[in-house]
């Protein structure tokens, strides 16, 4: 099946300094790439859609320049944390897919940790 | 606004039982719904997909159904192992996906 590469797997990081993170399709084309945050013990959320060659789009009350996410291309898709601060620190997955027939794959996911 | 529900929160069995796990939703208009289980601190992987146009989807001991009408999709694991514990989320992808809270299932050895 299809694979999505998610890196880092953690990261922990000093407060205010940025954080990227990678998402790759690695064995098929991904125009459309989403990102979610999960805190414990509860539902995913999705933050954005991301779309090859153009503007995120952001779910309401997700910062867009907090969250800064880049589709240059159609395997690759990064999402960078700025000036990250302690509740930024969550699990953030990514995935590839989706949409009118296709299944939906998923990163392995990266755990950031802000001190 | 979709709103995804499912029941229950958390479940325990002894293995080798049959269980359901179900998922409500409360705005029909979907394309389709996917079941996935997630192990701790891990990404997610996909189980089983149905169409909206589809009533079950089936593969090895994992049968999902989907009532769109009504809202609900149960997943259906016949003889349960161990390493079935996990937490099982359904997502509805309609107007974009929103996932439910999950189901917190551990099956005793």
Not at chain 1, 16 to 23: F, H, P, W, Y
Not at chain 1, 34 to 63: C, D, H, I
Request: proline share 4%; glycine share 8%.
């Amino acid at each position: 099946g299809a694979v999505v590469s998610q890196h880092p797997s953690r990261v922990i990081c000093k407060s205010g300094t940025s954080v990227k993170i990678e998402c790759r399709s690695l064995d098929f084309q991904a125009t459309t790439m989403f990102w979610y945050r999960q805190f414990p013990k509860q539902s995913l959320m999705l933050m954005a859609t991301s779309n090859e060659g153009s503007k995120a789009t952001y779910e309401q009350g997700v910062e867009k320049d907090k969250f800064l996410i880049n589709h240059a291309s159609l395997t690759l898709s990064t999402l960078t944390v700025t000036s990250a601060h302690p509740e930024d620190s969550s699990f953030y997955i990514c995935s590839a897919g989706g949409g009118y027939h296709e299944k939906l794959f998923f990163g392995s996911g990266t755990q950031l940790s802000v001190l | 606004k979709q709103e995804v529900t499912q029941i229950p929160a958390a479940l325990s069995v002894p293995e080798g039982e049959n269980l359901v796990l179900n998922c409500s939703f409360t705005d029909s208009a979907i394309y389709n719904l996917q079941w996935f289980r997630q192990d701790p601190g891990k990404g997610l992987t996909s189980l089983l997909l149905i169409q909206s146009s589809q009533r079950e989807q089936t593969s090895g001991r994992l049968n999902a159904s989907l009532d769109k009408s009504s809202g609900r999709s149960t997943l259906y694991i016949a003889a349960s192992q161990p390493g079935d514990s996990a937490t099982y989320l359904c997502a509805v992808y309609g107007q974009n996906f929103v996932f439910g809270p999950g189901t917190r299932l551990s099956v005793l050895p």
